[in-house]
């Protein structure tokens, strides 16, 4: 299935966004167990952005970083201990705009299971895993619809025990799913079933 993966990701074109914007980057990070997990981060309630929240580990790009893959190592290594040298990167996604007028470029990446990783409780409460087949099975809990510049957008909603992601995570997973595994799935179409939750029109998504 990874190399699959890699292989569909490698021929997978994504869109770069130009505009001239604060950048940052994020590794979706599959865990190499039997069943593979995806990491997810959980933003410590302080925070003055994203407060609470389901992330992927990642951050803005700093001056002194080479390159925006850099970034996002560099952000993850911070931030959950993972050294970056136990990544083995396997492609690029979209570039996708968050309501607070950042650039986010994520990267997916595999990790071997059981590394020693610690959340840096300054910035998150913890880490997770989530069972990769949740999203390739695409068990949402609900779908938020947003409209964002006149164009509506169907953002599915996953629950892992007390958590939730949703918002850019989400539509980050559903390119993921859709060029990386060859999944049924789109935000510009409503999934067949229900719930669904509407949400005021907005010129961004937040993260």
């Known amino acids: 299935m990874l190399e699959q993966l890699h292989d569909r990701l490698k021929r997978h074109v994504p869109r770069r966004i130009e ?3 604060p950048q940052a980057a994020v590794l979706l990070l599959i865990v190499t167990r039997p069943n593979p997990t995806l990491l997810f981060t959980l933003r410590a309630g302080h925070m003055k952005q994203h407060a609470g929240q389901v992330a992927f580990p990642g951050g803005k790009r700093e001056p002194s970083d080479e390159s925006l893959l850099a970034t996002a190592l560099r952000e993850a290594k911070e931030e ?5 040298e136990r990544v083995k990167l396997l492609g690029r996604l ?12 994520p990267f997916v990446g595999v990790i071997p299971p059981d590394l020693p990783l610690v959340p840096e409780l300054g910035e998150l409460e913890t ?3 989530a069972p990769l087949e949740i999203f390739l099975e695409d068990r949402r809990s609900h779908t938020d619809i947003i409209t964002v510049e006149e164009k ?14 949703w918002g850019l995570s989400a539509m980050m997973l559903v ?3 859709a060029k990386g595994f060859d999944r049924s799935i789109s935000l ?8 669904f939750r509407h949400y005021p029109a907005q010129r961004r998504l937040r993260p």
């Open 152 to 165: 509506r957008l169907y953002v599915p909603s996953y629950r892992v025990d007390r958590h939730v992601v």
């Open 188 to 195: 510009d179409t409503p999934p067949a079933r229900g719930p």
């Open 80 to 84: 959950v201990a993972l050294p970056p």
């Open 94 to 105: 979209s570039d996708v705009l968050s309501l607070y007028g950042l650039r986010v470029t």
């Open 19 to 21: 505009l001239d914007l």
């Open 127 to 129: 880490i997770f895993e």
């Open 175 to 177: 390119e993921l799913l």
